[in-house]
């Protein structure tokens, strides 16, 4: 897997800016006194100094040397090579400095920590740092983001064993929806919708920025399905679950219903992240003679996540639950690609694919999200709602009738047919 090609084709779309230098801080008053909190003597708490020292003009006199030993390989090779990872660290300083400690969002762990900081710009912003485990405790994660929302009335940090996940649960009734996101997915305007037809839960995963869960590195599939899981059973959450994932979150959770298809009432895929997107669209590339960036010598995390999912399709068949896949039906801007790009290729690898998926269940849906980007939660969230509500009703039907239960489910269509592509 070509994860530079990715990253450039892909991610520029969809993926927030780059950890350090693309934080976008609250702005606000001047920063109060400094807190009585102090940083721990710890592996986290000593990379954490640093990085302050780094943000307060240290920066300015680093070396490649200097940031090589300080953060580990695979963040070098796969997240900010260190000559990028340095200029960045500069342009911070120059924008943000000088920085103040304002104590943490949350008690740090062994390995991570959420730091909560006012910069010279009178705003706010959090750092996020986490380290490996063994010496010598080297960053695998630094992050200069937005500081995490306060928790909401519905909200608690769910222990699922040395690490805390923030989970947000309203509604009753069932099935339970579960809403699992991208790098970064809002679920704004779609939780209150949904909750007021059955109970719906939306999570901070610990790897995304402003995340009010424990952070940890960029984590593969099969540990967000772990996460999940562990998660929502100390919640002490009713199954089955109607699941859905929006971008990667769509890998996600189907990888969660290839391997607990028991646990899954449903699923509803939005714009999801099909394991061969990149190989396609590479392969399309080649045919036009278009240069691509040779791998890297090791997968990254996301190749990993696409390797687990091919893995889980060769294992059996896709889980025999009601379905809908949704896709963006607007194109890419074609500024937001080199000149000459295959917007109209890019895009029809990618339904297609979508249409794919769909196929795998019985009577699956595909649909067009006719006025949406890739954030069709934000741009279109009565679709999504729609959606759900649709795969909520049939899996109540299905838990109800023992008629529907021995039989495919038939997966009523949406009435605004310019919405609508039918995978069958």
């Given at each position: 897997m070509r994860r530079q090609f990715v990253f450039l084709v892909v991610a520029l779309l969809f993926l927030p800016g780059l950890p350090i230098a693309a934080a976008r801080a609250q702005v606000g008053g001047p920063a109060p006194s400094t807190p009585t909190v102090e940083i721990p003597a710890s592996p986290v708490g000593d990379q954490l100094v640093w990085v302050l020292a780094q943000l307060n003009g240290g920066a300015m006199d680093l070396t490649e040397a200097n940031v090589q030993a300080r953060f580990a390989p695979a963040f070098l090779t796969h997240v900010l090579p260190a000559p990028v990872l340095l200029d960045l660290l500069r342009q911070t300083t120059a924008q943000y400095a000088p920085v103040t400690f304002a104590g943490f969002a949350f008690p740090p762990t062994a390995t991570g920590a959420v730091a909560n900081i006012y910069l010279g710009t009178r705003g706010q912003a959090a750092i996020y740092v986490t380290v490996e485990p063994e010496l010598p405790h080297r960053m695998t994660r630094l992050d200069l983001s937005e500081a995490p929302a306060p928790p909401s009335p519905t909200g608690r940090r769910v222990d699922i064993g040395g690490r805390a996940l923030y989970l947000d649960c309203r509604g009753s009734g069932g099935p339970s929806v579960v809403l699992e996101g991208g790098i970064s997915s809002d679920w704004a305007a779609v939780q209150p919708a949904v909750a007021r037809?059955?109970?719906?839960?939306?999570?901070?995963?610990?790897?995304?920025?402003?995340?009010?869960?424990?952070?940890?590195?960029?984590?593969?599939?099969?540990?967000?399905?772990?996460?999940?899981?562990?998660?929502?059973t100390a919640a002490g959450e009713s199954r089955p679950f109607v699941l859905v994932g929006h971008s990667l979150g769509g890998l996600y959770v189907q990888l969660f219903a290839y391997q607990h298809p028991d646990e899954v009432a449903g699923l509803v895929l939005v714009d999801p992240t099909h394991e061969e997107f990149s190989t396609r669209l590479a392969d399309m590339l080649l045919a036009l003679g278009t240069p691509i960036p040779s791998a890297p010598p090791e997968p990254d995390t996301d190749d990993v996540s696409f390797m687990q999912m091919r893995e889980a399709r060769t294992s059996g068949p896709f889980p025999s639950v009601p379905l809908i896949v949704l896709s963006h039906?607007?194109?890419?801007?074609?500024?937001?690609?080199?000149?000459?790009?295959?917007?109209?290729?890019?895009?029809?690898?990618?339904?297609?694919?979508?249409?794919?998926?769909?196929?795998?269940?019985?009577?699956?849906?595909?649909?067009?999200?006719?006025?949406?980007?890739?954030?069709i939660p934000q741009e279109q969230p009565e679709l999504l709602v729609e959606a759900i509500q649709t795969i909520v009703n049939v899996a109540r039907d299905a838990r109800t009738s023992a008629t529907s239960a021995a039989s495919p489910t038939v997966i009523p269509v949406p009435s605004s047919s310019d919405r609508i592509n039918s995978a069958n």
């Open positions: 037809f059955t109970r719906v839960c939306s999570y901070d995963r610990p790897d995304s920025p402003g995340s009010r869960s424990d952070p940890v590195p960029q984590r593969t599939a099969q540990e967000v399905v772990a996460d999940l899981r562990s998660m929502l039906g607007r194109s890419a801007d074609p500024s937001e690609r080199p000149p000459g790009w295959p917007i109209a290729e890019e895009e029809r690898i990618w339904r297609e694919l979508h249409a794919e998926i769909a196929r795998m269940a019985p009577n699956g849906r595909h649909i067009v999200a006719e006025e949406s980007g890739h954030d």
